[in-house]
């Protein structure tokens, strides 16, 4: 008897290891997937925070395609040499390469550099 119950104890803290173990493993959240658009601001809207929307940047590649770009405040924003800069410093003609993710919301830009 007594050994029937050391086995049924042993079974069931097997069973609650290989059960954490697996939920450890998919509890991994998937990297978020970024891209890159390189073009040229066609525009740049600031925030309203009144109406709770985003700045935007809207940027048109060789092809003409124009993609619009959400604006958090945690887009970081560079100078061609990769050195942090103001958003202010950006305008209308410059050459930028977007790296942005793509959420529920739209294109959102993680950073923002100048490629010239």
Request: glycine share 6%.
């Amino acid at each position: 008897m007594r050994r029937s119950i050391g086995y049924v104890l042993g079974l069931a803290l097997l069973c609650a290891l290989v059960t954490v173990s697996f939920a450890q493993q998919q509890a991994k959240p998937a990297a978020p997937q970024y891209k890159v658009f390189v073009g040229t601001v066609d525009s740049m809207t600031p925030a309203d925070t009144a109406a709770m929307k985003l700045a935007t940047l809207v940027v048109v590649d060789k092809t003409m395609a124009k993609v619009t770009f959400m604006l958090p405040t945690t887009t970081n924003w560079y100078d061609a040499k990769g050195m942090k800069i103001a958003m202010d410093k950006f305008k209308a003609g410059d050459e930028v390469r977007v790296r942005y993710k793509t959420t529920a919301k739209g294109n959102e830009a993680v950073s923002v550099r100048l490629t010239k």
